[in-house]
């Protein structure tokens, strides 16, 4: 009987130990503000791969986002930056309302569908969604190439997985009175998607203008002339519950966007 017991409560320990490290893993943490970040000492900053965002440089890190988020952190924070590579925004948001990320380093449309989840910024860009697809000099039949709006009706275009396009397109279909198909692709980066596009796997796809521009330069047979909608105002994300960081951010971003250092940082990875 006594053995029982025994066992019975080396069990329940186990259990509980058990129970306490699922909900250690599982559960989110608390979202942290400016004042927790400043007394760690440490901000966690999400941040995607990309020839733009951040790369690597043979041993250091370059890139938009690296640069601007570090003279961030360095001139307002005064904190170290913990740096969380994602593979996308829907990976990058998830973590940020568990409270393992404090911002998300990328341009971010500011769109009904995001702000329902996260905060967004002050602007640092002001881009569109282009449609990108091969030159009609480059395909066999040029009937496919697409001249503008008008002619999207009953066409499929591809985006990257998490884009909040979707409802962008949704729109357009509407104001063209026909029926526009959107097919989300397992690619993490409109890098990966352009890339497809100039290699023919795919025929359209939607990406922001201002990435297009950057690799049209890079691959010459595609075209982005055409326009799928209006010009948005593009920020990092932001926990809710993060007033006071978001607070921080905005008055630098308000104050740096409209600098001479500002602008030949955009030159340097846009241009």
Not at 196 to 223: H, T
Request: charged fraction near 25%.
């Amino acid at each position: 009987m006594v053995q029982r017991t025994k066992i019975v409560g080396i069990l329940l320990l186990i259990l509980l130990l058990v129970s306490a490290i699922l909900l250690f893993v599982f559960l989110p943490s608390t979202p942290r503000d400016i004042d927790k970040i400043q007394k760690k000492g440490e901000i966690r900053i999400a941040v995607r791969m990309n020839q733009i965002d951040c790369m690597m440089r043979g041993d250091t890190l370059a890139g938009f986002q690296y640069e601007l988020a570090k003279l961030f952190s360095d001139s307002c924070l005064h904190v170290r930056i913990k740096w969380v590579r994602v593979p996308d925004v829907i990976e990058a948001i998830r973590l940020l309302k568990q409270g393992k990320v404090d911002l998300i380093a990328q341009n971010i449309p500011r769109s009904t569908d995001v702000l329902q989840y996260i905060t967004i910024s002050s602007p640092i860009l002001v881009s569109k969604a282009v449609l990108v697809q091969r030159k009609s000099s480059e395909i066999e039949d040029d009937t496919t190439f697409v001249k503008n709006q008008l002619n999207l009706g009953k066409k499929q275009l591809c985006i990257v997985r998490g884009s909040s396009y979707t409802q962008r397109i949704q729109h357009l279909a509407e104001e063209i009175s026909d029926t526009i198909y959107v097919s989300e692709l397992k690619v993490h980066d409109a890098e990966e998607l352009i890339l497809l596009v100039a290699k023919g796997s795919v025929r359209y796809g939607v990406c922001d203008e201002k990435v297009a521009n950057y690799f049209v330069k890079r691959f010459p047979g595609i075209d982005v002339s055409v326009d799928i909608g209006f010009p948005q105002l593009q920020g990092w994300g932001i926990n809710k519950r993060s007033l006071g960081l978001s607070k921080a951010v905005n008055s630098w971003l308000e104050k740096f966007t409209k600098s001479d250092r500002f602008n030949l940082l955009y030159a340097k990875y846009y241009n």
